[in-house]
């Protein structure tokens, strides 16, 4: 499937700049909501979970690396909640690369502050998104989950699919090298326990998957999520920060995609 939007220049020139654009922007931080003792094992609820009907577990992104926090994706959280009826929103901190993080630290600390989040909310519908490396994890504890539950949602942005094939070419300056600690050659292993497209047939089939990815997307290649076998969201024209910019006119997909 494919969503069309404008084209224009090659989005390779632009995306560092639209990146900059939404680490400048301010938004409030959501009611913050500890579920371990360190620094960066927190989320926080943007909407009233106990009345929503809709939770969005929301991931961020960042090449798992320690300098990007979860504070340029709280414009998306907020506008999830505005733009859906009786929508909350857990927007996800999580230890990185660089810090106190890196393989199996952070996927442990997304399972859970998913975990965690659950507790406090009843009955609802349940959707785990998450943008770029936070699509990856959102993956990736799809495929540790058990066949028995509730139906969820999973809809990963824009995801780095394949670690294995990305710290192989070096993508990101070694980024997934760094995060795993150790290149494939050096341990296979690690990269079995955690690679999305590794592990995709262990994805059970109570979780609906839908990947969503920009066509012009110049940090992850659309490649990789035409590469997963899952169902596909293409939005044409869109660069790989339009997926969560509340001021793209590309935006609306995302949000029917999650929400609709």
């Not at 050659?185 to 839908?210: F, G, K, N, Q, T």
Request: proline share 5%; aromatic share 6%; with cysteine.
């Amino acid at each position: 499937m494919t969503i069309e939007g404008t084209t224009g220049s090659d989005p390779s020139n632009h995306e560092e700049a639209h990146f900059g654009r939404m680490l400048s922007a301010e938004a409030g931080a959501g009611r913050r909501v500890a579920y371990g003792s360190l620094p960066d094992q927190y989320f926080e609820w943007f909407g009233d979970p106990h009345t929503a009907g809709t939770v969005v577990i929301l991931i961020h992104g960042g090449y798992f690396r320690e300098r990007t926090t979860l504070a340029h994706v709280r414009p998306m959280a907020h506008a999830l909640v505005s733009r859906g009826e009786r929508v909350a929103v857990a927007l996800l901190e999580y230890r990185r690369a660089g810090g106190a993080g890196g393989h199996p630290r952070t996927l442990e600390d997304v399972e859970n502050a998913i975990a965690h989040a659950a507790e406090s909310v009843g009955d609802v519908r349940w959707v785990v998104a998450g943008h770029s490396a936070g699509g990856s994890l959102a993956l990736s504890w799809a495929t540790r989950q058990q066949e028995c539950g509730p139906e969820v949602r999973v809809r990963p942005l824009a995801p780095v699919t394949d670690l294995v094939a990305e710290a192989r070419d070096g993508l990101g300056d070694g980024a997934v090298v760094d995060y795993m600690g150790a290149s494939p050659a050096e341990d296979l292993s690690r990269y079995l326990e955690e690679d999305p497209r590794s592990r995709a047939a262990l994805i059970p089939a109570r979780l609906d998957v839908l990947l969503i990815h920009g066509t012009r997307d110049a940090t992850v290649d659309v490649a990789f999520s035409r590469g997963f076998p899952a169902a596909r969201l293409e939005v044409e024209g869109a660069d790989h920060f339009d997926l969560v910019d509340p001021q793209s006119p590309l935006f609306d997909a995302v949000v029917e995609a999650l929400l609709g």
